[in-house]
């Protein structure tokens, strides 16, 4: 069943400290990846060793701390920008999460391009985070948002993406992969789509990050954003990727620190990319830790990885069909990781209560993604989602917690 | 013992003959099964209880001096949670719901997957419910 024989996934496991936890008095099974990872103990240990050794500001400092914290800062972005193979190290922004990169573009990049009667696509699969600060630029510019709609699989289809797009379509901004329901879209085909009409592209790869290589000069979007802390780095990290001609153009939407060149009451000029985004002294201890995290993805192999995750979810999707009285939501041709169902009869909410008394974390609810369960006309759902971390043990103890969950609430 | 301690012991009791946590929560779904139907004409937004993953809905009124709570939830915990709420809560003084000593929920042996901090709304309908108590507690003063 083991995708590549030089990976010792037991042995990959003994690497995150949290995996040996107990909950509720049995060993703690993690299927809530999807909300956020747990970490290996080489990126806690980046945290205490930067706050016990080589905690300073970045940036300003002459002393050799400051430098020392500095050059591992920057060299994370390094990382990232070879993570992703975008172009130039300027093209990597430091955000706090995914959620303030699309801000961060829907303020900035919105108030440059985005007028009266012009229109964002999004999709119907998006989380919250791609979908509000769309909204918020639309009232501020009296621009219009268009959603493609879902099909009963949880899929977004091409013709229908083709035929929202027109010329007005100032931004499409779509998810890789969905957080709710582990659709994978087909983004490269969205990207040509969109771009052949002019209209500018934001990927949210927040979910397609920890599990898929991701390579933004073959895609060719616009942007790109995602999360340290669902792939193994600390919370309170984010990167938005831009293409420099246009970031160049962004006008800052946060004044402060390290932004600036040259401050005087009557004018002040603006840093370089990409300080000039980055105001205020950043989360320098977590994306030193993120870079630690981007090291380990890349030793184990994000292709690995991916197989790794293709073949847990398969599994569980196979025990889970077994079952009578389940239904699975989003059953997409393609899909990642992600494990939606709903114990017929029975609220997600119990269902979530009961696994957690037998030591099993999954996600009950809409996963801030209310537009989807609409449209499945469900409260919410079960989300159980996997990491390469998993086991397929961990499967069956699932599987077989969940048969005792579906007794209770017959 | 008044009968609002008297109702918390005899809960406490009938928990404390269930050994594992399979066994209370069987019984706490069962509270709510036997919990009285709540009239449908109640089970809108308007009766809606904030803060809870599930819908709970629910319903006061005033009996004399004692105040009467139906409740209903499309979850089978949750239902469970303000059934022993309910249970009581229901037939007390408006006073009682307000400053009685509510020692139940520490001591059926659930506390810690009862804990208001949790997501299973315990705290709201703990809250709508004394909103309700104190509403007709001002009402009955000024009458």
Known sequence: MHTDIHTDWAAVRNDFPILRESVNGRPLVYFDNAATSQKPQVVIDALVDYYSRYN????????????????????????????????????????????????????????????????????????????????MLCERTGAKLVVVPINDAGEVSLQDFAEKLNPRTRMAAFSWISNALGTVNPVFEMVALAQAQGTRTLVDAAQAAPHSIIDVQAL???????????????????????????????????????????????????????????????????????????????????????????????????????????????????????????????????????????GIAIRTGHHCAQPIMDRFEIPGTCRASFAFYNSFEEIDRFVTALQKAQKMLS | MSSFENIQQQLVEDFGFLEDWEDKYAYL??????????????????????????????HAELEGDRIRYFADSDAFISKGIVALLVKVLDGQKPEEVLHGNLFVIDQIGLAAHLSPNRANGLGSMLKQMRAYALAYLTKTQNA
């Open chain 1, 56 to 135: 300073s500001n970045v940036h300003r400092g002459v002393h050799s701390l400051s430098q020392q914290a500095t050059s591992a800062f920057e060299a994370v972005r390094k990382q990232v920008q070879g993570f992703i193979s975008a172009r130039h190290e300027a093209e990597i922004i430091y955000t706090r999460g995914t959620t303030e990169a699309i801000n961060l573009v829907a303020q900035s990049w919105g108030s440059l391009e985005v007028m009266e009667g012009d229109e964002i696509l999004i999709t119907g699969l998006e989380h919250h985070a791609n979908i509000v600060p769309w909204q």
């Open chain 1, 220 to 358: 060719g979007c616009d942007f790109l954003v995602f999360s340290a802390h669902k792939m193994l780095g600390p919370t309170g990290v984010g990167i938005l990727y831009g293409r420099l001609e246009i970031l160049e153009q962004m006008p800052p939407v946060q004044g402060g620190g390290d932004m600036i060149k040259e401050v005087r009451f009557e004018k002040t000029t603006y840093n370089e990319l990409p300080l000039r985004l980055e105001a205020g002294t950043p989360n320098i201890a977590d994306v030193i830790a993120f870079g630690k995290a981007l090291e380990y993805l890349q030793q184990l192999g994000m292709e690995n990885i991916e197989l790794r995750e293709q073949e847990l979810l398969a599994y569980a999707t196979a025990q889970l069909k077994q079952l009578s009285g389940i239904q699975l939501v989003g059953t997409a041709a393609d899909k990642r990781c992600v494990l939606s169902f709903l114990i017929e009869g029975a609220h997600p909410y119990d269902v979530g209560v009961l696994l957690d008394q037998m």
């Open chain 2, 29 to 58: 779904i069962d509270l709510g099964k036997s919990l009285q139907p709540l009239d449908a004409a109640y089970k809108n937004e308007n009766y809606l209880i904030k803060g809870c993953q599930s819908k709970v809905w629910l």
